[in-house]
Structures are given as structure tokens and as C-alpha cells.
């Protein structure tokens, strides 16, 4: 029997919804010129992002607890292009990210360069070995701006090797050489 | 998007190109390979809370969009080759559905005027709040409750961050099917976690 009713449910699922700022929702414009640096405390993911300025990008710096230790994570930001305001032309930047397994005092960070100026907070994922599809991951890396180097990518997967699905193992065993293979 | 058939998909694609080097006849079968997508988007507009009698104009408005010289043009300049029957219509009917809502929002009514006309005027009930700590609190139970991290993201997608299956199945390279499938399962598995009951009661959430 059901413990919680629908209506008990929708209300707590609001509750748990935090308040967002300086992120647009998808599909909105982006900020045209939000401030920078910019930092999010995302606590019920024991993750803190931050951006700041550099060149003509930023520098994306994830800071996460145990649950981030190695863990390969994907990152997207999705607005409307403000160029065109009288069009809803969606843009997108996807980008990989290989946490380190080493960390300090139980915090795992790594930093990257992306080479867009972008203020609001990304939308954040761990990819799950166990679950993860090979052939929609390898299109997601193909189309991901930023990604760590096939070497990190074959050392991840040969971590992992045992948490894919049978079936699957040799797919993702052999992706670093299909895309090595693709220049 | 299971709506076309990979046959039909190949076909469109040629027809698309058809179309923009200005063969006469490709409209005429594009407008035909489409309009088989009725019944699928009917079905898909009712899912998004269209009502039955409403759902199937939305979707002739969709379709003709769709099959505008325009659109279509835009559509092989933006996709090409990988343009998708399936996809470009299912965004489209989004649009539409859309404009749809955005029409049926009542207009505004002045306080004086609702007493006026001998109403009671009834405060909305207040959304619960609940502090980053109690959040962050809540959040920890229900990592507990659902233990499989793929559930516990695709809770947190959903919920916290309001993105749609698609959306989340893309992030965490899953398919659509399962995300759906594992939120519901989620769900069910929240709905009979005791401590998950008992932290919401003290929060007084419930």
C-alpha cells in the first residue's frame, strides 16, 4: 500500500526545489552579461561549481565530495541565442569532465577551460557505467566542445570495466579506437 | 521518436532535399509522410495535458506548420542530412502546445473587481519552504530511500532542476524509456520509504 498520497507528494516535490538564480531555465536567453565570477553551492549534490573569466571563455572548477571521486561528469548549458531575438534559436554546449580520483580532505576538484563566455550554472550528471549507454555516449562525446584526452576516456573505462553490463564491454572497451580512429 | 519507421526517416530526408532544390512534387509527399504522424501526435498532446477535443486542432496547426516552405527550409539549413520527421514535429507540437496554454491563461481580474461581483477572494496556499539545510537534509534521505545513484539523479533532474525525460536521458546517456521508467519506480519507492515519510512529517511538509 502507498505510504505517501500523490497530493502529499507533489507538495513535498515543490519544497525540495530549490530557488534558482542567474540560471535561465532551458530555453530561455542567457544572461547577455552576467557577472563573473560566479559560484553555486549545490548541497544536496555535495557539489560546488564555480566560473570565472578567462580569455575569452571560462574556467569551470567543480569541487565534490565522494560520490564526484572519479567520476565522469557531464556538463551542458543550453540558451536561445540573444543575437536573434525575434527567433528561438536554441544553443547548447556540452562538455566532459574526468574528476580525479585523488582528493583532498575528502574533496575531489578539477578545473577546465571553456571556450565560451558563459555566467549561469550548468546542468550537472554523473554518467553511471552500470547503466550508461555506449552508443549514446560515444555520439555525446563526439558533439561535447570540451572533453578529457582518449587516454583519461580509456582509463576510465578500463576502471569501470567490471560495472558495464556484459553485453556492453566490448563496446565501450573498443571506443578510445573508433575515436582515435576518427582523428 | 518512434513515429516514423528508419524507411520513412531515409525518405523524408530525400524528399527534404528534394524539396529545397526546388523539385515540385516533394511538398506534396513530405505533407503526406507527415500527416501519418497524426494519430502518434494526437496521443502525445493528450499525454501533455491537452484535452481530447482540443488535441487534434493542436495538431493540425502543428502539421501545417510543419509543412510550411519556410519551416521546412530551415529545417535541412539547420539539420541537413539528419534532419528528423520525428523530432522537428515533436518540437513543433511543443510549440504549439505552448501557445496554446499561454491563450488559456485567464485574464487578470482587479481585486474590487472580483468583490464587486460578491466573490470570496481565497488566499493561495502558501508552497511549503524549507531552508538549504533542510533541503540538503531531505535530499540525503532520499539518496538513502533510492540508494541507485542513476535513481537518485534522475530524481534530482526531475525534480529539483524540472527537466523532461529527454532532456535528462541525454545527460545521463540513457534511454528515454528507462529514465521514465526508473522515475516511476523512484517515485514508488519514496512514496513507501518510511524515514523518507517520517523526515517530511518533521519538516512539516506532510
Redo the contacts between chains.
Keep these: 500500500m ?3 498520497t500523490d497530493k ?2 507533489t ?8 530557488p534558482r538564480e542567474a540560471r535561465p ?2 530555453l530561455e536567453a542567457a544572461p547577455p552579461a552576467g557577472q563573473l565570477p560566479n559560484n553555486w553551492d549545490l ?3 555535495n557539489l560546488r561549481v564555480h566560473l570565472e573569466a578567462i580569455g575569452t571563455g571560462v574556467r569551470l572548477r567543480l569541487t565534490g565530495g565522494e ?1 564526484w571521486r572519479g567520476a565522469l561528469v ?1 556538463c ?1 548549458w543550453d540558451w536561445l541565442d540573444s543575437t536573434q531575438p525575434d527567433k ?1 534559436v536554441p544553443e547548447s554546449l556540452h562538455a566532459f569532465l574526468l574528476m580525479p580520483t585523488e582528493g583532498f580532505r575528502g574533496f575531489y576538484q578539477r578545473e577546465v577551460d571553456i571556450p565560451e563566455r558563459l555566467t549561469f550554472q550548468p ?1 550537472l ?4 557505467p ?4 555506449p552508443a ?2 560515444e555520439q ?1 562525446w563526439r558533439d561535447a566542445r570540451v572533453k578529457p584526452s582518449l587516454q583519461e576516456l580509456r582509463q576510465w573505462i578500463e576502471a569501470h570495466q567490471n560495472d558495464f553490463p556484459p553485453r556492453h564491454r566490448e563496446t565501450w572497451h573498443d571506443m578510445p579506437d573508433r575515436l582515435a580512429a576518427e582523428g | 521518436m518512434g513515429m516514423f519507421s528508419e524507411w520513412q526517416i531515409d525518405s523524408f530526408r530525400v524528399r527534404l532535399r528534394d524539396f529545397v532544390s526546388d523539385d515540385a512534387n516533394a511538398l506534396n509527399a513530405l505533407q503526406q509522410l507527415l500527416c501519418q504522424a497524426r494519430e502518434a501526435l494526437v496521443d502525445i498532446a493528450i499525454a501533455n495535458g491537452v484535452p481530447p477535443d482540443d488535441a487534434e486542432d493542436l495538431v493540425q496547426e502543428t502539421l501545417r506548420q510543419a509543412t510550411t516552405d519556410s519551416a521546412l527550409r530551415r529545417l535541412w539549413e539547420r539539420y541537413n542530412h539528419e534532419a528528423h520527421p520525428g523530432i522537428y514535429l515533436h518540437e513543433r507540437l511543443r ?1 504549439v502546445i505552448s501557445d496554446y496554454r499561454r491563450r488559456r491563461i485567464p485574464p487578470t481580474v482587479s481585486l474590487e473587481g472580483i468583490r464587486e461581483q460578491g466573490y470570496d477572494i481565497v488566499a493561495p496556499a502558501p ?4 531552508s ?2 533542510q ?2 537534509h ?2 540525503q534521505v532520499i539518496r538513502k530511500c533510492v540508494e541507485d ?2 535513481d537518485f ?1 534522475i530524481l ?2 526531475k ?5 523532461k525525460h529527454e ?9 528515454c524509456d ?1 529514465v521514465r521508467g526508473r522515475y516511476s519506480d523512484a ?2 519507492q ?5 524515514e ?2 517520517r523526515a ?1 512529517e518533521a ?1 512539516g ?2
Design positions: 502507498d505510504i505517501l502529499e507528494l507538495r513535498i516535490f515543490a519544497a525540495l526545489r530549490s531555465t532551458t548541497p544536496e549534490l560520490a557531464y551542458r528561438e546542468i550528471a554523473r554518467i553511471v552500470k547503466y550508461a549507454d549514446v555516449f555525446q | 510549440g508552497q511549503p519552504g524549507l538549504s539545510v533541503r540538503q531531505l535530499w545513484d542513476l539523479q534530482y533532474l525534480i529539483a532542476e524540472e527537466m532532456q535528462i536521458a541525454e545527460l545521463l546517456c540513457v534511454s528507462n517515485v514508488n519514496l512514496r513507501q520509504c518510511l523518507f515519510r517530511c519538516l511538509l506532510i
